[in-house]
Antibody, heavy 119, light 112 residues
């Protein structure tokens, strides 16, 4: 069974960084690209970027290029997103979601991680 | 960036009613490889989104066949043939043809 298990809720001070994990199981980690999606409270979905775990290649939406850093550890089948220079605008739920290269379909999602930025 | 416009933003339906949601793109979603990467997701309250339809009209495994997708180019439609209580939530279209990938604003399906 495919599962994407994300880490627990985070509270970060303004100006600090947080790192969220997404541990994959039930499939070959390097066969799929991992995406990250942001959902601000009461709002819609916003694509942050993706990482290809096999090659370490990444792509980001322009507005997240200085905010998010995507990495992956193939030895533990875990993808990470680090959010830096936190502001109140970063308070949101962050999802990981895998896609297949052929279908580009977001077929499995993590449960989401709530990040709260508060002093 | 590609802008996806979903209509209506809110949809009220009775159980058993058939409904449609529109997703219009600011540019064609036909990829140079011949595929059109337009997906439909459902997000139930408090849950992560789940995939319903991929490549415009292909039903994801395990999704009831009352859901169907259609369209081409810039105009796409999700149809639910006979709404059931478990279908309530917010529906999103998302395109993965042109980087950056983008989501529609969502359509909230409520019970009338």
């Amino acid at each position: 069974e495919v599962q994407l298990q994300q880490s627990g809720p985070e509270v970060g001070r303004p100006g600090s960084s947080v790192k969220i994990s997404c541990k994959a199981s039930g499939y070959t980690f390097t066969d799929y690209v991992m995406n990250w999606v942001k959902q601000s409270p009461g709002q819609g979905l916003e694509w942050i970027g993706w990482i290809d775990p096999e090659y370490g290649s990444t792509d980001y939406a322009e507005k997240f290029k200085k905010k998010a850093t995507l990495t992956a550890d193939t030895s533990s089948s875990t993808a990470y997103i680090q959010l830096s220079s936190l502001t109140s605008e970063d308070t949101a739920t962050y999802f990981c979601a895998r896609i297949s290269i052929s279908r580009r379909d977001f077929d499995y999602w993590g449960q989401g991680v709530m990040v709260t930025v508060s002093s | 960036d590609v802008v996806l416009t979903q209509t209506p933003p809110t949809l009220s339906a009775t159980i058993g009613q058939s409904v449609s949601i529109s997703c219009r793109s600011s540019q064609s979603l036909l990829h140079s490889n011949g595929n059109t990467y337009l997906n439909w997701l459902l997000q139930r309250p408090g849950q992560p989104p789940q995939l319903l339809i991929y490549l415009v009209s292909r039903l994801e495994s395990g999704v009831p066949n009352r859901f169907s997708g259609s369209g081409s180019g810039t105009d796409f439609t999700l149809k639910i043939s006979g709404v059931e209580a478990e279908d309530l939530g917010v529906y999103y279209c998302v395109q993965s043809t042109h980087a950056p990938w983008t989501f529609g604003g969502g359509t909230k399906l409520e019970l009338k």
